[in-house]
């Protein structure tokens, strides 16, 4: 497995996603999206498995000005918005090769291998 997990140091969900594999000894690469975020290629092959980048936005989140201004923004400039803004991603972003998942979702963790 080669697992990467795009996350905060302050999301709960994330630290929970560490843990996960830390106590089932499985490594894993942690990018904080504060610092790097993801390349244009990754958050497409993770938008691809969820649901494109409306499944991707934390429709939730605090920043509700952003993430209006993002809901309102023509199609063809979306990505490009919500790239420069990783904090509207759902976090954490867990990937092995082309399987992703979005949030905490130990269940289908457990079913790679």
């Given at each position: ?6 996350g ?6 994330t ?10 000894g499985i ?5 904080d999206?504060?610092e ?10 993770v938008?691809q ?17 952003l ?12 990505l490009e918005k919500?790239m420069?803004n ?10 092995n ?10 269940d ?5 291998s």
């Amino acid at each position: 497995m080669n697992i990467q997990i795009f996350g905060t140091k302050k999301c709960n969900d994330t630290k929970k996603a560490e843990r996960f594999f830390k106590e089932r000894g499985i490594k894993y690469q942690f990018i904080d999206m504060k610092e790097k975020g993801m390349s244009k290629g990754e958050f497409n092959s993770v938008a691809q498995v969820n649901g494109g980048l409306q499944g991707m936005i934390n429709w939730d989140g605090k920043d509700k000005d952003l993430l209006a201004l993002i809901k309102y923004t023509a199609d063809e400039d979306k990505l490009e918005k919500v790239m420069e803004n990783p904090s509207v991603i759902k976090t954490p972003v867990v990937r092995n090769g082309k399987a992703s998942t979005l949030g905490y979702q130990p269940d289908v963790w457990k079913s790679w291998s």
